[in-house]
């Protein structure tokens, strides 16, 4: 029992370890030295990643992420040879937040510089500098420095050396042997300052957030769940569920085979539709999803597919299935027994349901599709299976729910109609991305949003019986649902009307184009950081005698500006940045430069500080043990932690807390 008791305290501590370290290392480089010919040579770097990680190309246009580049600190006997270019595999995607279009390597990248030798000696250093993201953070731009010399011996360049360096701007949050740094009072102007301590033990005292990724899968399930549930009330599902389950109790000789066949139907449901998700991430692969979820033209195909769905779901046509197909599975499940006949009729299902589940599954199929995750599509088709299985099993085991089913009638013609227009108005989210990437400017924010008013405000109007559809009936009774619905429907058009001029509207802020497409904006309420440097906002906090929030952010984060459009246009979270705390934005790929490169040594290497950013950078991980950005953390006025840190999270009453508790114990 002893033994038992060691080994899952053992085990919880091991499985603690990654919840403490909040240094990531998920880039590493090596630099190579390559003779091209008797004077030409190239400086190779070749970086691997992690998974989900990316790294981004060359030459990105301004107001996007940061562009990798080669730099030089000293360059004697040699001359460079154009630019610096990118080689193997380069992703062209459409990034939405940005609004452009974006280049970037995924599992190696490789970036080359050629020179050409004068001849005699040469000696060549500086570093390459790169940006890297993944689905939540973004590290600030990372150098990888070099340094190579010798002459030109026999007409062959000789190195005395190959440097090999790995991604270097990162290290272990338990490791750090760091010098002290000169800090400035301003960019350029350095002195020593006490507010620069290492407070990671401090701040890991506080606990740390647990990763999202377990949360993502929820949403994933529960999103195809919610399908499955609106597929199982159209007119295609509803009415066979009471015929196939009383064709199960009735051919059972007891009850117990009855119910034990409705759970296999059920079974073979899930089955089906989770293969389904499967077979797609098989053949095109998790990444090759994401890029077609993401690419302008497959978006261009996604929303006239969606406007086919919607444009049947009103009642224009019916899409479905070859007749052969379902009549092919429905006979060879009548000369079948045992289970493989109950697979192939749950199989006949899914064949004559198409033209009400399949515009819900593809659009589900293309929403997940851009977690980048091979397991996406199947925990979402499980949840859809799941809904869509669950009534053939209830009832089942309950015979007698089966007199108190609603009856199928023109109510399940509205919930398509419903649908039609929900798959019109997502639509649009596919075409905004296409018309950002070719910049046609066709589908600016509040074009965007005008069309979404009006089409809930068109649903609303349909449930309140003003709109007919072909297959509508002349009942003009509405009942207490639609009534409901449609006032819901009409709050969510009038609650967009403010958007127009520019209010974040943070409920649609994941579907509509980015605030900067917004061509009149007179919403005001924002937060703006008091200093953009870390010791004078540290000063200024002591003198007024406040505590400070300190905002780790980059230029290129994508997760950070959806945070300050979604969390802190929130009148609470502003109202308490705004007036309880010193708020201090400081960005790690800030260019400005530093009057001179500072050298600081960090697990054992020493680096160079060059730029602002990368002091911020330094600040980040060497006070607060942290890479990556969007960063949050609540510091007294002598630099102590009040709370711990907050990452990218836009549940507000969450960000509300996290502030809340900070001035709590800063009280204290």
Known sequence: MNKKIFLSWLLMAILSLPVFAQIQEPVKFKTEWKSVSANEVEIVFTGKMEKGWHVYSTELPDGGPVSATFNVDNLEGAELVGRLKPAGKEIDK??????????????????VQKLKLKGGKYEVSGYLQYGACNDENCLPPTNVDFSFKGEVAGGQAAASATAEAETSDTADSDSLALTPLQIGTNSNNVETSDYWKPVIDELKSFGENVNNESRSWLYIFFAGFVGGLLALFTPCVWPIIPMTVSFFLKRAKDKRKGIRDAWTYGASIVVIYVALGLAITLIFGASALNDLSTSAIFNIFFFLMLVVFAASFFGAFEITLPSKWSNAVDSKAEQTTGLLSIFLMAFTLSLVSFSCTGPIIGFLLVEVSTSNSIVAPAIGMLGFAIALALPFTLFALFPSWLKSMPKSGGWMNVIKVTLGFLELAFAL???????????????????????????????GMYLLGKIKFPHDGDDNKVSVPRFFLAL???????????????????????????????????????????????????????????????????????????????????????????????????YVDEKTKLSEPVKVTENGTERTLRTVGDKWSYLQRSKFGANAQPFYVLIDNEGMPLNKSYSYDEDIQKYVEFLQTGLKNYKK
Not at 437 to 451: H, I, K, N, P, V
């Open 429 to 459: 989210k596919f075409l905004s991305v296409a018309d950002l990437a070719y910049g046609w400017r066709l589908l600016d924010r509040e074009t965007f949003l005008a069309l979404w008013i009006v089409i809930f405000a068109l649903l």
């Open 94 to 111: 459409m990034d939405p937040i940005f609004g452009m279009q974006v280049r970037f390597f995924e599992g190696t990248a490789t970036f």
């Open 488 to 586: 819901f429907s009409l709050a969510f058009a009038v609650y967009m009307v403010p958007g127009l001029w520019g209010a974040p509207l943070k409920a649609v802020s994941a579907f509509a184009p980015p605030m900067q497409t917004q061509d009149f904006n007179l919403y005001k309420n924002e937060v703006h950081a008091k200093f953009n440097d870390f010791d004078a906002g540290m000063e200024y906090a002591r003198q007024q005698g406040k505590p400070v929030m300190i905002d780790f952010t980059g230029y290129g984060c994508v997760n950070c500006r959806k945070m300050e459009l979604a969390v802190w246009t929130d009148p609470t979270v502003s109202k308490i940045m705004n007036e309880d705390y010193v708020l201090i934005t400081l």
